[in-house]
């Protein structure tokens, strides 16, 4: 009715041929291509042929039964993204995405994500990795009866994953481990963007501001590096960690599962060997800009930043008390002996110990209190 309108009009001149074409919302040269086929074949001529033609791109219907089939038997309960990396790299899949979802939509093995509203607008992502690092914990019944807390350390600017472990809980050694393992890869970053945990931040007040002056361990360690902490006052400022443990959450308590893990130690090794490379080949991002804001650490042994420090008197007998164990230092050549001199000792991420005398290590300990080895100048 509405090419009748518009022809009828260019007939009678009372439209141009590109008035009538714009009625239609066609071009100029479509209208004229529209005449010509309605005085060959009439109103039927106007007909999209496509529409009475089958695609040659539908696939055929043992290949939309064997993806109905692999997901029910295999997959079923996954959530459509997840199963479609399976489907394209480790079952040859040459389908998209969309249709993937299309299908297990139809098929009723699948229900329609309700539509997530609107939300303010995000931060923009930083240009360069290293510039601002992301380090959250997440505890989740990842096996079961298996409650543990996943730790994760990942660049804001590619979302690539650096560290990745679980821990029975998370804690200040925890959080140095995934810093020390991102600085070994990579090497120093500028900020890191955390949430407001005790191992963190001191908090005077609850929900208040953080107190920067005064330092915790893992304060103490990101200053001596020259790493700004930046703290997050909400979920919402740490959106980027957040979504990333809600995918973590959902795919890796299925992969755990299908691969039959159930103990810690394991569940590390298929972070390592596995997840972490396979989450990283499809989630990381490449930066806004070139180049990299991480510079190389030299001349600095990390294990002795990236530990705890306590400082402790020497007793008259030259040993330290730590906890319930008594550590003696042994005889030097430096000096004679160590009585009421303050020392530092450092329990690095394992446990084990360490006596400090300002930038001299006097012995180290294994975490039961046994000397491992002695004093630099006997060593040596």
Known sequence: MRFTEAFDGWQERRLTQAEAARLLGVHERTFRRYIDRYHDEGLAGLADKRLSQVSHRKAPVDEVVRLETLYRERYDGWNVKHFHWH???????????????????????????????????????????????????????????????????????????????????????????????????????????????????????????????????????????????IPAYSPEARGRSERAFGTHQDRLVKELAAAGITTLAAANRYLEKVYRPNYNQEFARPPREPGTAFVALMGVELADILCEHFERTVGNDNCVTFGKLRLQIPKTGYRMHYRKVKVRVHRYPDQSLAIFHGPRKLVSFAPDGQPLTASVEEAA
């Open 87 to 229: 489907y394209r790299h480790r079952h040859d899949g040459s389908r998209s995405y969309t249709w993937v979802k299309n299908r297990l939509h139809k098929a009723g093995l699948v229900k329609k994500a309700p539509g997530r509203g609107k939300h303010r607008k995000r931060r923009e992502p930083s240009p360069l990795p290293g510039m601002m690092i992301h380090q959250d914990g997440s505890r989740h019944e990842w096996v079961p009866d298996g409650h543990w807390d996943l730790i994760v350390t990942m660049d804001d600017a590619t979302n690539e994953h650096y560290s990745m472990f679980f821990v029975e809980e998370e804690g200040t050694a925890s959080s140095l481990r995934g810093v020390g393992e991102t600085i070994a890869a990579n090497g120093l970053f500028c900020s890191i963007y955390t949430d407001r945990g005790s191992h963190y931040w001191f908090t005077p007040e609850a929900g208040g501001k953080v107190d920067k002056g005064h330092l915790t361990q893992f304060g103490r360690a990101m200053a001596q590096l020259g790493i700004e902490m």
